[in-house]
């Protein structure tokens, strides 16, 4: 009988101009769930991608159930009963939930004993039945492209329980849901752990790691620095040991200095895809050297009202001015020229064009002006410079430096992209939409000192984010939004937490 079901021992993975694993081993035992801990970049993923067989290791062996393996490819892995849910999913989304599952493992029946067919009405039968069973509820003949991420992480969850996996890998599975469906999310987990299954959790958020773990392996620049008890470690030490250095999320600053208004916003409406108004009649103002937090749960007008003030949606009635300029029915282009800088919420659909270098993205929003452009003509060698700085400054890791295509980044390392070149802008009003969502606690606490520092250089900052806590240490007004509506604007320290969370809920007596 073997001891560990997995073992990965001695493995090395390079790239050009990095290495990306450096001697791990890990074991991990049958039943368990083993987190394996580390900073955006550190190695995490491509460790597990070479256990799925995604990449092959330079060096090292791969043992599953006391055997030793050489897994190929994917297809090799699911044949070993090895199945990963990707941080970005893998997924077809004109195809419906069904397609996507059974793709590759379609069931075949022939129609009269001659012609063959695949047989969807019996898959969507099974497949209802598979997402009943593990609670993971799902309409089987939705299409992908009409259901949100945390729907969307189920079909991906789903499509390993159907071949079978045994053994299951889940890369950065909350990055991108609400935290009400991330403890759906780690509930599932459990159970699946209590059916039998074993269960290997990347990612960087202790609190969730400290929640359902057994076992924790910190990854520190594609190193092992140790493997803990996760009940008998404190979050303190594994976010020290996982970043190097002393780490805390307490934002110390300095009282607000308001200056002028800089963002007016009165009586905005915005209309959804589905002319369903998502945005009522709302109104605030951002002064100069002010932050003012936008807090509600998911989906009740808060990144439709960033999204409108920035450009991408049309707004429906009412006017938004910029240092008193109406610029209600300005372009992108002519809105970041006035003064915004945008963080989005999806960073890979709106911040950044991933099939480009990264320091083709660290100029995108100024590659037409000089030094970048000259008579219509790119000057590469000035973008390359301008990127080395941001890099340097902002902690972008990456195997090629500025040659490297976004794509094959880490989302932490993206998103801190996409911050270092909206905050370079040295725009007059800085739109951050969530922030920190899929960083280690290490680029949390640089981002949010990142954003003080801005508000304490007179910038005007509107940020909206679904973690309150982030929220109350950030903010200097609190605007609380439920239903599209604003509930109550206030002074942050003339609101409790509970207070907050009281009018997101739409409980305002």
């Known amino acids: 009988m073997y001891e560990y079901i997995v073992e990965m021992r001695n493995i090395t993975k390079r790239f050009p101009g990095i290495v990306a694993n450096d001697n791990i081993t890990i074991q991990i035992k049958k039943g368990e769930i083993y987190a394996i801990l580390g900073e955006n970049g550190a190695g995490k993923s491509t460790l597990m991608s070479i256990l799925f067989g995604m ?54 029946r022939k129609l009269g004993g001659l012609i063959p067919y695949v047989d969807i009405k019996g898959a969507n039968k099974n497949i209802a039945e598979l997402s009943k069973k593990y609670g993971l509820q799902v309409d089987p003949t939705q299409k992908i492209e009409d259901m949100n991420v945390s729907l969307q992480q189920r079909v991906e969850i789903l499509k390993m329980l159907y071949r079978e996996a045994e053994i299951l890998i889940f890369d950065e599975p909350t990055a991108l849901l609400t935290p009400q469906e991330t403890d759906y999310l780690l509930d599932i987990i459990e159970e699946l752990r209590k059916g039998g ?3 290997i959790l990347i990612s960087h958020k202790l609190e969730e790691i400290k929640r359902v773990a057994d076992r924790c392996a910190i990854l520190r620049k594609g190193k092992l620095i140790d493997v803990l008890d996760v009940k008998e470690t404190s979050t303190k030490t594994m976010a020290n040991l996982m970043v190097g250095r002393e780490v805390s999320l ?37 002064h100069k050297g002010e932050v003012f937090a936008i807090a509600g749960v998911a989906g009740n007008g808060q990144v439709e009202i960033a999204d409108a003030i920035a450009g991408l949606t049309e707004i429906d009635g009412g006017s938004i001015k910029l240092n008193g300029v109406d610029i209600s029915k300005y372009s992108i282009r002519e809105r970041t020229i006035e003064g ?27 590659y037409y002006k000089e030094p970048f ?13 301008y990127g080395n700085k941001l890099i340097e400054k902002y902690d972008i ?11 094959q ?42 954003i003080i520092e801005e508000r304490d250089k007179g910038k005007a900052i509107l940020l909206v984010s679904l973690e309150l806590d982030e929220i109350m240490s950030i903010a200097d007004t609190i605007g609380i939004i439920f239903n599209g509506e604003i509930q109550k604007i206030a002074p942050a320290e003339e609101l409790t937490t509970k207070e907050v969370g009281e009018y997101m809920m739409g409980v305002t007596a």
Not at 264 to 279: F, G, I
């Open 55 to 108: 990449y092959e290791p330079d060096e090292g062996e791969i043992w599953i159930r006391g055997e030793r393996v050489k897994i190929l490819s994917p297809n090799h892995a699911a044949k070993l009963n090895i199945g990963m849910v990707h941080q970005h999913f893998k997924l077809v989304h004109n195809y419906t939930v069904t397609e996507n599952i059974i793709l590759g493992m379609e069931p075949i």
């Open 397 to 407: 890791r990456s195997s090629l430096g500025v040659n490297t295509q976004v794509r």
């Open 409 to 450: 980044m880490s989302g932490g390392n993206q998103q801190k992209a996409i911050v270092a070149r909206e905050i370079e802008l040295d725009s007059p009003l800085m739109i951050f939409v969530q922030p920190t969502r899929g960083l280690d606690i290490g680029a949390i606490e640089n981002i949010r000192k990142m």
């Open 197 to 199: 299954k074993t269960i």
């Open 250 to 286: 307490e934002i110390e600053k300095k009282p607000a200095k308001f200056g002028p208004v800089v963002l007016e916003v009165d009586n905005l409406r915005v209309k959804n895809q589905e002319k369903v108004e998502v945005v009522k009649n709302v109104s605030f103002k951002i």
């Open 373 to 385: 452009c000259h008579k219509g003509v790119l000057n590469k060698d000035a973008i390359n410079e």
């Open 340 to 366: 915004i800088s945008y963080i989005p919420e999806d960073r890979q659909s709106y911040g950044l064009i991933l099939d480009f270098s990264l320091g083709e993205n660290l100029a995108l929003k100024d």
